[in-house]
């Protein structure tokens, strides 16, 4: 077993944080103030997909992430019973390209996103990106959150550059 984590002496508040990268061998997320990139391999279990997903609803229940599928017009109606929000569609080569947000806020959305998520990795690796209002606070909580996966661990911390210059209007 690993000494207790001191997460909190090497990432000070102090400093502008930029991105922080943290995960085990077979995820990696990568946290911004705007946007987290969660990268999953094809050995990630269902429940740790799960635990992800829940807990930045838990962080940010306005998460949302961006998902386009190809797919039948009467299908979009599946995706929507499901808690995907319809933000646009077009034909595309004898069907529809649906775009949908799976908003972080509803459960049923979150377990259709694990479901697909784990059904994907039997044919690659999976990569998306969730879009969030995360800042310092909510970058730390999350972490907080996650290390209570088994093998999780902080991967690299990047601070703004503190050399240059920014305005506040």
Same mark, same amino acid.
């Given at each position: 077993?690993?000494?207790?984590?001191?997460?909190? @002496?090497?990432?000070?508040?102090?400093?502008?944080?930029?991105?922080?990268?943290?995960?085990? %061998?077979? +995820?990696? /997320?990568?946290?911004?103030?705007? &946007?987290?990139?969660?990268? #999953?391999?094809? !050995? !990630?279990p269902g429940t740790v997909i799960w635990k992800i997903l829940t807990c930045i609803s838990s962080v940010d229940k306005l998460a949302v992430h961006e998902k386009e599928v190809?797919?039948?017009?009467? %299908?979009?109606? +599946?995706?929507?019973?499901?808690?995907? +929000?319809? /933000?646009?569609?077009?034909? #595309?080569?004898?069907?529809?390209?649906?775009?949908?947000?799976?908003? #972080?806020?509803?459960? &049923?959305a979150l377990i259709y996103q694990a479901d697909s998520i784990f059904k994907e990795l039997k044919e690659k690796n999976v990569l998306i990106d969730i879009y969030w209002a995360? %800042?310092?606070?909510? /970058?730390?909580?999350?972490?907080?959150?996650?290390?209570?996966?088994?093998?999780? &661990?902080? &991967?690299? @911390?990047?601070? *703004? %550059?503190?050399? *240059?210059?920014?305005?506040? #209007?």
């Amino acid at each position: 077993m690993e000494p207790a984590d001191n997460t909190e @002496i090497i990432i000070s508040p102090a400093q502008s944080l930029c991105t922080m990268e943290m995960g085990r %061998d077979d +995820v990696n /997320i990568v946290c911004s103030y705007g &946007k987290i990139s969660v990268w #999953f391999g094809r !050995t !990630t279990p269902g429940t740790v997909i799960w635990k992800i997903l829940t807990c930045i609803s838990s962080v940010d229940k306005l998460a949302v992430h961006e998902k386009e599928v190809i797919c039948s017009f009467d %299908d979009i109606t +599946v995706y929507e019973s499901y808690g995907y +929000v319809l /933000i646009s569609y077009a034909r #595309f080569e004898g069907g529809y390209r649906a775009t949908f947000n799976v908003p #972080f806020s509803s459960n &049923k959305a979150l377990i259709y996103q694990a479901d697909s998520i784990f059904k994907e990795l039997k044919e690659k690796n999976v990569l998306i990106d969730i879009y969030w209002a995360g %800042d310092y606070t909510n /970058i730390m909580r999350l972490y907080q959150e996650l290390r209570n996966i088994e093998e999780w &661990k902080l &991967k690299n @911390i990047t601070y *703004k %550059d503190e050399s *240059k210059s920014t305005s506040n #209007f």
